[in-house]
């Protein structure tokens, strides 16, 4: 049963939301779908939401991962050791940022999230809740909404039959983002698209050496079943043919060397060794470009404020 949600929207809050924490939460969703197989199409996940607040101006900058354990009369709360672990841990790298709430995946706020909310009190005394559906399709191009599948929640205590009741009260949010951030989720984005499963050409490559090996397959075992069946004499011996195999065995090298094993192993760390720098040279060359378009965004706006001042 769904939990009586507010209508009525805070209008006192301004709560701004950066792309970086979508991005992180939808990362977390794919990696735990993926990781149980796709066992179940919708799983739930559960984190903190990071970030600064001044008054009622409240800032998501961040988000980590958190996990849930069993509670009392089976209802999942979240590991809060571990969140209060993690929240010490970023406060010294980012002594601005406090903890401001916590986000799940679903399709709206349940009841068992309210003793989630409850938990988190202690923590902050109004967190904030956010509910991403990632099965929404309210963003696809035949729907009438363009709306993210994104809710915030603020919590309050309410008189109900004469007896308080912490309930979910719905508020509005506004996306924010920095110079730095609309380079980097552009980028990510059209790394994306060209990086797709049809368009790359690694994917393109592998296919074809997983082609080029099935077949080899097929013809081993197409070659080992006509052999045994000589053997078994089931089929008469073609001496051609079995000339033939015998002189395509013999090209084949003797795997059972000292020598060999030696050979293919120091082959095998060349190759992870070029591997890892061709992989370092790439992300030094990305981070590099990426650090290039900051200076020049950051350049160009302080130009700006020196020119109107």
Known sequence: ?????????????????????????????????FAINNKDPN?????????TQAGRNIEIFRSFEAFLIPGPGGRQLIDKSYLLKKSTQLKEVHPSYDFLGWYSTGDGAKDDDLEIQKQLLDINENPLYLIINPLSQTTTLGSSSRELPISIYESGYQLINDEPRLLFS?????????????????????????????????????????NAVKMLNMRVKILSSYLQAVSDGKVPADH????QVASLINLLPAFDSARFRQDLLHEYNDVLLVTYLSALTKSVSLTSDLVDKFNVAYDKLGMRRRFFH
């Open 1 to 33: 049963m769904s939990t009586q949600v507010t209508i009525n929207k805070s209008e006192d809050s301004n709560i701004f939301l950066h792309p970086l924490v979508i991005i992180s939460i939808s990362d977390h969703f794919t990696r735990t779908k």
């Open 43 to 51: 799983p739930r996940v559960v984190g903190a939401l990071i970030g």
């Open 170 to 210: 719905k508020v509005t949010y506004k996306i924010e983002t920095t110079d730095a951030e609309r380079i980097s989720v552009d980028y990510v984005a059209n790394a994306t698209i060209s990086g797709g499963d049809e368009n790359s050409s690694l994917n393109s490559h592998l296919k074809g050496m997983h």
């Open 240 to 243: 051609a043919l079995l000339r």
